[in-house]
């Protein structure tokens, strides 16, 4: 894409973009949150649909001028409602956090309890840190791991917490656990204490939807949020997935009127886009091979003695101490692999004691490269590279032939045609 209008309008703004697309093009993301998008998602986010008010839902719009913007949202609604099994659908988020406040909002009240995955545990900000809105209105009480090492649930403490504390809402989800939850088991302990199930799916999405990973609704909960980027390989923005009518409708208002105005409709088309690459079988060959380059990856880092928390992955991000596994923090590791052209970041890890801005950890995640093309060799490659490099962090010698090795990996696995 050339961007010759806005070469020609803001030559700073040009600049920044330009580069953008060579930084992105030039270097390997291990990023587990960040993806590519494909050339029409890019395509119906930048169309004319972002000038549109849409107040309101399909056929009952506060503006007149609909007819297009109520097929697109009808549209994207039908697909996400096919590609995930769900009764209905709310594509109207503008993003993840967002999307979970909508769900919080149409059925909590303040004060009450909502039992969610300890942050340091791989859960996420939203899910009740204390420096969040949703910490501010609601009571958050927290479950984790019984055992680092395995990254098993513990579910009789989750049971015993549930039946103390009484939640209104129990989450499932999060941000950096490497592990398949059991799902069947925390819809029994929510219904058991007529908690609400909510599965908070950002991270999954995509390898939900191409089968590689189970559905949480088939499992028996009652809602499922997601964002669109990440695995799904859509814009950013979020979903919300439901069951019941009385439910959706409640979603349906929180999100509009209850927190966001107008929807960005260039926005829900892109989506539209994204749920219909989704439902294909190239993008379900995609989301398998996003799970084997993270477990070839987690073999390598097995074999040269890196502490991974859980002691490996079931799904697309690994999490590395590498305080134990190479004597360094977060922060510097994620400064060294930068600089030869790997990102990714760091990322605490259970009952880490060091500062957020330099943690004991960093998360390793397979979408991004997997898009790219990477395959178990490649990955198995680029896995012990990291290894070399963080073992050696102030080896000037050998950072220059990393970053070497990996231009050649970024220029061997480009980008795809259809994502440029």
């Not at 999954?204 to 990973?213: D, E």
């Not at 499922?224 to 980027?229: A, D, G, I, N, R």
């Not at 829900?268 to 079988?281: G, P």
């Amino acid at each position: 894409m050339q961007y010759d209008h806005l070469k020609k309008e803001d030559e700073a703004i040009h600049a920044a973009v330009v580069g953008e697309a060579a930084r992105q093009s030039g270097t390997l993301n291990l990023i587990a949150s960040e993806n590519y998008t494909s050339a029409a998602v890019r395509e119906a986010t930048a169309s004319r649909l972002s000038e549109k008010y849409a107040e309101g839902y399909p056929g009952k719009r506060y503006y007149s001028g609909q007819e297009f913007t109520d097929v697109v949202e009808g549209l994207a609604i039908d697909r996400a409602r096919d590609l995930f099994g769900a009764a209905y659908a709310n594509v109207q988020p503008l993003s993840g956090a967002p999307a979970n406040l909508a769900v919080y909002f149409a059925l909590l009240e303040p004060g009450d309890t909502v039992l969610g995955m300890e942050l340091s545990h791989g859960g996420h900000l939203t899910h009740g840190h204390p420096v969040t809105l949703p910490a501010n209105v609601y009571n958050f009480v927290r479950y984790g791991m019984k055992d680092v090492t395995t990254g098993e649930i513990d579910y009789e403490a989750l049971r015993e917490v549930a039946e103390k504390e009484q939640p209104k809402m129990i989450l499932a989800g999060f941000s950096a656990y490497p592990r398949e939850l059991d799902y069947e088991k925390f819809v029994e302990i929510a219904h058991s204490v007529g908690a609400v199930a909510v599965m908070d799916a950002a991270h999954i999405a995509g390898l939900i939807a191409g089968g590689a990973l189970a559905n949480p609704l088939e499992a028996g909960f009652d809602i499922m949020m997601c964002t669109t980027h990440k695995t799904l390989r859509g814009p950013r923005g979020g979903l919300i997935l439901s069951q019941d009518e009385e439910v959706a409708a409640k979603i349906n208002k929180a999100v509009f009127p209850g927190l966001q105005g107008g929807p960005h409709m260039n926005t829900v088309a892109a989506k539209a886009v994204a749920f219909r690459e989704a439902a294909t079988d190239n993008f379900a060959d995609y989301s398998r091979q996003v799970l084997k380059n993270a477990q070839v990856m987690s073999e390598v880092f097995t074999d040269r003695d890196v502490e991974m928390i859980t002691g490996g992955t079931d799904n697309h991000l690994l999490l590395i101490d590498v305080v134990s596994s190479f004597d360094i923090g977060g922060d510097k590791a994620q400064e060294t692999l930068e600089a030869v052209g790997v990102t990714l970041n760091k990322n605490a890890i259970p009952d880490d004691d060091r500062s957020p801005m330099d943690p004991a950890g960093i998360r390793v995640g397979t979408p991004a490269i997997t898009t790219r093309g990477f395959d178990e060799m490649a990955s198995k490659q680029l896995a012990n590279l990291i290894c070399d490099l963080l073992e050696d962090a102030d080896n000037e010698a050998l950072q220059q032939k990393v970053a070497e090795i990996v231009a050649e990996l970024a220029e061997a696995h480009p980008i795809p045609d259809s994502f440029i």
